[in-house]
DNA sequence: TCCATATTTCAAATATTATTGAAATATGGA
DNA sequence: TCCATATTTCAATAATATTTGAAATATGGA
């Protein structure tokens, strides 16, 4: 991962609607939820839902997929775990430490 | 951590400037950097670098320390587990899975 | 096709963030 | 104290991001 991928990714999460919504999506499961629900279950109002969606759909950090009249969108675990592996790339120089950090690698 | 403690978190990172400059102090090591230096090493202005380096302090995610004229900054490695914790929470639903990112625990 | 509903796009206003030269402040050595 | 240097603050500008109602679009069922 590059500087500007890992600044575009950071910044889909660093914003109080997004990472509301991520944390939701993460909830959800693999199945994700639909817009309209996430709508409702945040309170964020359709339009700005859609705004923040596109931008973390850009990003990389939620997938999305159309079922019916619905789109459901959900989290993107593989991409998380490609950032936290640039954030912690180097740490220590290399000195072994003990912290563990488990993530889905099932669901990336 | 709260997801208003996250989003300022990541605001700190989530911008190039202050990505570079954390990605140097991460580099540096423990001893880090002074102020003059960073701003040598990536090219930003002391007046911008002074403007973010306020920003990631903070947020917590860099530590400083005077020495003599210097300011010395270092990257705070324990705020970032508690990210990286943050970020991965209730990650695939309490299934175990394989992924491992070790982090600096000795650092922090 | 027509309708109800799900979602996105548009547009305009508002809010927040980033940039940087110049001035101010702080520090320690001579 | 005086000077050289390290860093921060100020202030004005520029750039980017966020919000949301209304309108447009898309979908599938009746």
New interface residues.
């Given amino acids: 991962m590059e500087?500007?991928t890992?600044?575009i990714t950071?910044?889909a999460?660093?914003?109080?609607s997004r990472?509301?919504i991520y944390?939701t999506l993460?909830?959800a499961?693999p199945d994700g939820m639909a817009a309209g629900k996430i709508s409702e279950t945040t309170g964020i109002p359709p339009s700005s839902l859609s705004f923040h969606l596109k931008e973390m759909s850009y990003a990389g950090i939620v997938n999305s997929r159309q079922e019916s009249r619905y789109i459901y969108y959900s989290a993107n675990?593989k991409v998380?775990?490609e950032l936290?592996?640039f954030?912690?790339?180097?740490?220590?120089?290399g000195?072994?430490?003990?912290?563990?950090?488990?993530?889905?690698?099932?669901?990336a």
Same sequence: chains 1, 2.
């Avoid at 999460?13 to 109080?16: F, V």
């Avoid at 954030?87 to 120089?93: G, K, W």
């Avoid at 000195?95 to 669901?107: D, F, L, S, Y």
């Fill in positions: 500087n500007k890992a600044v950071l910044s999460l660093a914003q109080e990472l509301t944390r993460v909830q499961g675990f998380m775990n936290l592996a954030l912690t790339e180097n740490c220590c120089a000195v072994p430490c003990g912290v563990e950090t488990p993530c889905c690698e099932e669901n």
